[in-house]
């Protein structure tokens, strides 16, 4: 089914679409169908989708007529032309460059690194003792930037993060904040105004940057002949055909990118994670169970991978119900059609994968946590009915990092401690630039 809302429908919608989008565009396609188009303000145009067929025809089959939305473009003031907010000939290029380093391979050299990062965190869990209250959405945030510092630049950003963390915030609220604002649509340069949401997140790219180029900086000074064991030595290696070298610009925004899109989607699916494990208990015994057995009682390593199909099948699960990336946009270049509803150019064409995740076409029972679903031999589906890490060749390049990651951390967690959630405690989902617990997550950890 498809549907066009009139000029007055859309205007009664769009306070709602600002305020509260997840609902607005669950209510949209549970009224309208599957495919829908929004009249916006200043001739813009809204089409959103959940249909995966239509998903693979913008992200796959005729991505060449897509680049990515407007919406990103705030984006853009923090991560200049890294990978993410990069388009054309210059990201083909980059991205060229930078594939190599997430290679398999590369990545499970990291996993050492993972698990080590999990252990300290665990260790200062077990020092607070038991029945200790934990928040475990700034928790898995604190770790997953440890993570991120470690496989990017060798450092332990732990004593940072009590500034970087804050630091990201600011400057990810600034971006929702120019976003949903009226004026966005209807000024270009809108997201360029010293607002004071602005001006805040620009103090705090600065930090940012800060930090960065004292890494990058430090690194240059050490002798040559370093071996090259993380990301910046990776960038700072990498040559194109020509034998040229990425220039130091494209470095720090590749840095900055890796550390913004890397680091608060794992914390955000790992938060989520554990919140649906205290609230299955019967997925949680059995995630114990394989847990204890592959690893009985070592360090999780990255062989360790393919056992654990359990605790891989809980993560893409929870992964499905709350995708971190919740929202992906689009922007036509030329006509399209998405089944009978004309795109024109410069329309917003959105794939939300909270909407795809939960087509009850494609997934039975698709408000219920199972995590059956992906296992080996679980039933077929459309390849686009599940895009955690987006679609097509502007898909996420962190896609392996991450699950390595979550799924190690999620074993070292499981290995040590049970969680619970906060009795009367309901946490609730806000649509950031990842889907993030609104009201943070706090949990009860008890030593297993
Ligand atoms: C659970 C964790 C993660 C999720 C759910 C996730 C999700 C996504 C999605 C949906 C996209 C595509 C956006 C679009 O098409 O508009 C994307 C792109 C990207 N992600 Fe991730 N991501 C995760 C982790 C990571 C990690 C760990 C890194 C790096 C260390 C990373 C780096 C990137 C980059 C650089 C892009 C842009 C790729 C390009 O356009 O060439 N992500 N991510």
């Not at 654990?308 to 699960?317: C, D, H, R």
């Amino acid at each position: 089914m498809a549907r066009q809302l009139s000029g007055r429908e859309a205007l009664r919608l769009l306070p709602t679409l600002r305020a509260d989008p997840l609902t607005a565009i669950s209510e949209l396609i549970r009224t309208h169908g599957d495919v829908v188009r929004v009249p916006l303000p200043r001739g813009n145009q809204l089409v959103l989708t959940s249909r995966p067929e239509l998903v693979a025809h913008v992200l796959v089959s005729n991505q060449d007529n897509y680049r990515k939305a407007r919406t990103y473009r705030p984006l853009t003031e923090v991560l200049g032309n890294g990978l993410l907010t990069n388009e054309g000939e210059s990201w083909a290029h980059q991205r060229r460059l930078v594939q190599p380093m997430f290679a398999r391979r590369r990545i499970d050299a990291f996993a050492p690194a993972m698990v080590d990062a999990a252990s300290t965190a665990m260790d200062r869990w077990a020092a607070l003792g038991s029945g200790s209250v934990v928040d475990v959405a700034d928790e898995m945030s604190a770790l997953t930037l440890d993570v991120v510092g470690r496989a990017l630049f060798s450092a332990d950003l732990s004593g940072e993060a009590s500034q970087m963390a804050p630091a990201l915030e600011t400057v990810l609220e600034s971006f929702v904040k120019v976003v949903r604002h009226p004026l966005f649509l209807l000024v270009p340069d809108y997201h360029r105004w010293p607002t004071p949401a602005r001006l805040r997140a620009r103090g705090a790219e600065q930090h940012l940057r800060g930090v960065v180029d004292g890494l990058i900086s430090s690194r240059r000074a050490e002798s040559a002949g370093r071996e090259d064991t993380d990301l910046l030595d990776a960038l700072l290696a990498a040559r194109d055909d020509d034998g040229n070298p990425l220039d130091e610009q494209q470095i720090r925004d590749e840095l900055m990118t890796f550390l913004l899109a890397g680091h608060e989607t794992t914390a955000n699916a790992l938060a989520w994670t554990l919140l649906l494990l205290s609230r299955h208990p019967a997925a949680r015994d059995r995630l114990v169970a394989e847990v204890d057995d592959v690893l009985s009682g070592r360090p999780a390593t990255a062989a360790d991978m393919n056992k654990l199909e359990w605790t891989s099948a809980v993560l893409s699960e929870s992964m499905r119900l709350y995708p971190p990336a919740w929202m992906i946009e689009r922007e036509a270049r030329d006509a399209d059609d998405l089944d009978g509803i004309r795109v024109p150019p410069g329309s917003i064409v959105a794939t939300p994968p909270y909407l795809v995740h939960r087509n009850p076409d494609h997934w039975p029972n698709p408000e219920g946590f199972d995590p059956h679903r992906f296992l080996p031999g679980a039933a077929d589906r459309h390849r686009l009915a599940y895009l955690p890490f987006g679609g097509g060749r502007r898909q996420c390049i962190g896609g392996g990092f991450a699950m390595l990651e979550a799924v190690l951390l999620l074993a070292t967690i499981t290995q040590r401690f049970e969680l619970d959630l906060v009795p009367g405690h309901q946490p609730q989902a806000l649509t950031a630039v990842t889907l993030r617990p609104a009201n943070g997550i706090p949990m009860t950890v008890r030593p297993r």
